[in-house]
C-alpha cells in the first residue's frame, strides 16, 4: 500500500482516538491504553497479512529455503537504533527479515521504503502524573527530535494532556519545532483533570 493513502489512514486513527479521549478521558487510564486504541482503529487497515518475501540467512554456506511467511504492517514497540517507536507501520517490500542457519527468527533490518512511525505521549501514566509544564515540553521536544532522525519517513507524534499543561503557544511553539518532518497533533480532554461538579 503506498505512503499517501496510509498517511490519510493515520491521520483519521488519530483523530477518533482524540475525539473518545476528549469525551471521555478516563478509556484511556495510561499511555499503553492509547497505544491500544490507536492500534485498534489501524488494524483494520494494517492488519492484514502480507508474504514476506524479503528474507536473509546468516551462519551458513548454502541458503536454506524458509516455510512461507506473512506479516501484517502494523506493529508496536518496534526497536529502532534511537529507541522504540511505539507503533510503526512497516513497509514489508522494503524490511528484510532475518534468519539464523537453523531457520530461526533473528531481527528485521528497515530498508529504504515508505514506513510510517507513530509515537504517542501521555500526561498521565498508570502510577503519576506529568505535573511540571517544563518536562512535559521537554518530554515533547525529545519525542520530535527522535522522530526528526527517521526522516523520510512519515511521522506522527500524538500528545495526550490529561492536566492541561500547556497554553496555545506553547503548542504552536512545539507544532513550528516538529514541521514538516513530524505532524504534530495536542489533545486535552474536556476535564483537564478536574472531575468534580
Request: glycine share 4%; with cysteine; net charge positive.
Amino acid at each position: 500500500m503506498e505512503r499517501r493513502p496510509l498517511k490519510r489512514i493515520v491521520r483519521t486513527a488519530i483523530v477518533e482516538v482524540n475525539n473518545k479521549i476528549r469525551r471521555d478521558p478516563l478509556v484511556a487510564l495510561t499511555e499503553s491504553d492509547i497505544q491500544c486504541l490507536l492500534y485498534a482503529s489501524l488494524l483494520p487497515h494494517c492488519g492484514k497479512l502480507a508474504p514476506v518475501t524479503n528474507v536473509s540467512m546468516w551462519g551458513t554456506q548454502s541458503r536454506k529455503r524458509l516455510k512461507p511467511l506473512r506479516s501484517t504492517l502494523l506493529h508496536s514497540e518496534l526497536l529502532l537504533p534511537d529507541g522504540r517507536i511505539d507503533l510503526a507501520i512497516i513497509d514489508l517490500a522494503a524490511a528484510r527479515f532475518a534468519f539464523n542457519s537453523r531457520g530461526r527468527f533473528g531481527y528485521m533490518q528497515l530498508e529504504e521504503g515508505n514506513h510510517i512511525f507513530i509515537e504517542i505521549k501521555a500526561s498521565r501514566t498508570h502510577r503519576s502524573c506529568v505535573t511540571s509544564k517544563h518536562r512535559w515540553k521537554h518530554l515533547l521536544q525529545s519525542d520530535i527530535k527522535k522522530l526528526k532522525r527517521y526522516h523520510p519517513y512519515a511521522c506522527f507524534l500524538a500528545c495526550y494532556d490529561f492536566n492541561n499543561l500547556l497554553d496555545a503557544a506553547s503548542i504552536d511553539e512545539l507544532a513550528d519545532l516538529a514541521r514538516p518532518n513530524v505532524e504534530f497533533t495536542y489533545c486535552k480532554d474536556v476535564y483537564s483533570d478536574s472531575y468534580l461538579q
